[in-house]
């Protein structure tokens, strides 16, 4: 079984550029989490989706950010335009916590450098 | 709210010495509780979990977990550490009456193992 599939795994761009970030989900799961992880911060949770709606979306930093769900197996995060600080590691999960604990599946993340 | 402390920031143990990394919860109701490894250059990956059914709990790579309700603490245990050990460890809850998916994360713990 698949796990959560992140792309790219690795993004270097320069400041002011568009950066799109991709997830796709364990099939069945209801749930998906954007976070984002520095050596400052911590993870930070940005996001979250329930059956493709944004529940919670008061981590996001700035307007700058933007996260959608088209569908449940699809979600996207949008930095524009990018800034240095956003350089961090961003990592998609999700969850079905109907069936069971709740714990969260994760992916291998997608490491964003903005130069 | 709902918080969960882990309390050091980095673990330094010798190869085959004891691994114990604290966690403690803030939660009237004993919530579902989490380990998370991430080893460099990963995502988060399920250590073990509590869901009530047993206090001691049982994960991979050796690594067991107990719940005390009376301490709210669900401490990570390894009687022997191993080079392969070293990451960096999050605790995560999940509060009962939040039939969300939303996971608390500690600040993680960052295990070295020194040979």
């Known amino acids: 079984d698949a796990g959560v599939i992140q792309s790219p795994r690795h993004e270097v761009t320069e400041m002011g550029q568009e950066v799109t970030l991709r997830c796709k989900p364990i099939?069945?799961?209801?749930?998906l989490f954007w976070y984002r992880q520095t050596m400052m911060r911590g993870l930070e949770l940005l996001i979250y989706?329930?059956?493709?709606?944004?529940?919670?979306d008061s981590g996001m930093p700035e307007d700058r950010f933007s996260a959608k769900m088209p569908n449940a197996s699809f979600s996207t995060l949008k930095i524009q335009p990018s800034e240095p600080r956003d350089s961090a590691v961003y990592f998609c999960?999700?969850?079905?916590?109907?069936?069971?604990?709740?714990?969260?599946?994760f992916g291998e993340g997608s490491r964003l450098t903005v130069l | 709210a709902q918080s969960v402390t882990q309390l050091g920031s980095h673990v330094s143990v010798s190869e085959g010495a004891l691994v114990l990394l604290r966690c403690n919860y803030s939660?009237?109701?004993?919530?579902?509780l989490f380990w998370y490894v991430q080893y460099p250059n990963q995502g988060l990956q399920l250590l073990l979990k509590?869901?009530?059914?047993?206090?001691l709990v049982k994960g991979i790579n050796g690594f067991e977990a107990e719940f005390k309700k009376s301490e709210t603490s669900f401490h990570l245990t390894k009687p022997s550490a191993h080079m392969s050990d070293a990451a960096e460890y999050f605790c995560a809850v999940r509060p009962l009456y939040n039939q969300g998916g939303k996971l608390i994360f500690g600040q993680g713990t960052e295990l070295s193992v020194k040979p």
């Open positions: 099939s069945g799961h209801d749930y």
């Open positions: 989706f329930n059956n493709n709606v944004p529940i919670d």
């Open positions: 999960a999700s969850s079905f916590p109907g069936r069971d604990t709740g714990e969260l599946f």
């Open positions: 509590y869901t009530s059914a047993a206090t």
């Open positions: 939660s009237s109701v004993p919530p579902y």
